[in-house]
Nanobody, 128 residues
């Protein structure tokens, strides 16, 4: 089974930048999508960016133009470059993978626990 470990979270001032990384290991599928999913207290999980093994990419409207998802050529490390961070970006960010869907399909959800392989999550806090 695929294992995912995030790194790079922390605190940053509004307007700043931060890059999250996710190291993937273990078994994979011929086709799958990797994603960044975030959740803040009192809110539902939000799929904010997806990338699939065919190079397809999707970004949620809430982060489009500010965040960029990318995947190393060896498909072992997932990144999320976050620019112009806002207070509302404060959340726990989790790297996740889901087999047999494209990035576009995965961006639409759902976020049911059993559909995805999950990392442990990492906190990002944006302050004024």
């Amino acid at each position: 089974i695929m294992q995912l470990v995030e790194s790079g979270g922390g605190s940053v001032q509004a307007g700043g930048s931060l890059t999250l990384s996710c190291a993937a290991s273990g078994n994979t599928w011929p086709q799958y999508t990797m994603a960044w999913i975030r959740q803040s207290p009192g809110n539902e999980r939000e799929i904010i960016a997806t990338i699939d093994t065919d190079g397809g990419i999707g970004h949620a409207d809430s982060v489009k133009g500010r965040f960029v998802i990318s995947l190393d050529d060896d498909l072992q490390t997932l990144y999320l470059q976050m620019n112009n961070l806002k207070l509302e970006d404060t959340a726990n960010y989790t790297c996740a993978s889901r087999p047999w869907v494209t990035a576009t399909q995965a961006l639409r959800g759902p976020t049911y626990q059993k559909l995805w392989i999950w990392g442990q999550g990492i906190q990002v806090t944006v302050s004024s």
